[in-house]
T-cell receptor, first 112, second 115 residues
Framework: GENVEQHPSTLSVQEGDSAVIKCTYS??????FPWYKQELGKGPQLIID?????GEKKDQRIAVTLNKTAKHFSLHITETQPEDSAVYFC???????????FGTGTKLQVIP | DGGITQSPKYLFRKEGQNVTLSCEQN?????MYWYRQDPGQGLRLIYY???????QKGDIAEGYSVSREKKESFPLTVTSAQKNPTAFYLC??????????????FGPGTRLLVL
């Protein structure tokens, strides 16, 4: 089955700096990669996603890149703010199969 | 107001007791899922259902049971056979977007504690 690895497990950045979270996946058939943000005591919320026919997608301060050859994808957050502090999960899934494999999460702390 | 609701927010279980976690969605989604989240770990799939009256085991189904009698509801029962039930339980639902990819939307979670 699919295996998703996520790094780093914790990340501290100064407010205004950029943060990068990286994930690798094992199944070359995976073609959909969502990213979720989870605040303390709440359910994960989708923040951005990318499909395998696209190499990069951007939404304001958040961007995701995908390298299908290397089987890795990354989340980039620019101009970080304290409200960006949360746990971020990457995930991978295959079209037609509604099972999603999640990474183990990255706890991001933005220091004011 | 559309969304996924889970209840209760906190649940306490005694030894040998079965408890049921509620999950309801009014998004008209066909598929629903239950995940377990432990500290420092990712989300692990317990059960999922793609359609009413049908469900499949996920990666850690032992000690759990589900039903899907209505499209809107997917309750999870944690049985006495689950020896380590303390965790944060998340329900999700999904539908096919344009382009035939699924995005899962999550409820607020239920924290289960053992007395």
């Amino acid at each position: 089955g699919e295996n998703v690895e996520q790094h780093p497990s914790t990340l501290s950045v100064q407010e205004g700096d950029s943060a990068v979270i990286k994930c690798t996946y094992s199944d070359s058939a995976s073609n959909y990669f969502p990213w979720y943000k989870q605040e303390l005591g709440k359910g994960p919320q989708l923040i951005i996603d990318i499909r395998s026919n696209v190499g990069e997608k951007k939404d304001q301060r958040i961007a995701v890149t995908l390298n299908k050859t290397a089987k890795h994808f990354s989340l980039h957050i620019t101009e970080t703010q304290p409200e960006d502090s949360a746990v971020y999960f990457c995930a991978a899934s295959i079209w037609g199969y509604q099972k999603v494999t999640f990474g183990t999460g990255t706890k991001l702390q933005v220091i004011p | 107001d559309g969304g996924i609701t889970q209840s209760p927010k906190y649940l306490f279980r005694k030894e040998g007791q079965n408890v049921t976690l509620s999950c309801e969605q009014n998004l008209n989604h066909d598929a629903m899922y239950w995940y377990r989240q432990d500290p420092g770990q990712g989300l692990r799939l317990i059960y999922y259902s793609q359609i009413v009256n049908d469900f499949q085991k996920g990666d850690i189904a032992e000690g759990y049971s589900v039903s899907r009698e209505k499209k809107e509801s997917f309750p999870l029962t944690v049985t006495s056979a689950q020896k380590n039930p303390t965790a944060f339980y998340l329900c999700a639902s999904s539908t096919r977007l344009a382009g035939n990819q699924e995005t899962q939307y999550f409820g607020p979670g239920t924290r289960l504690l053992v007395l």
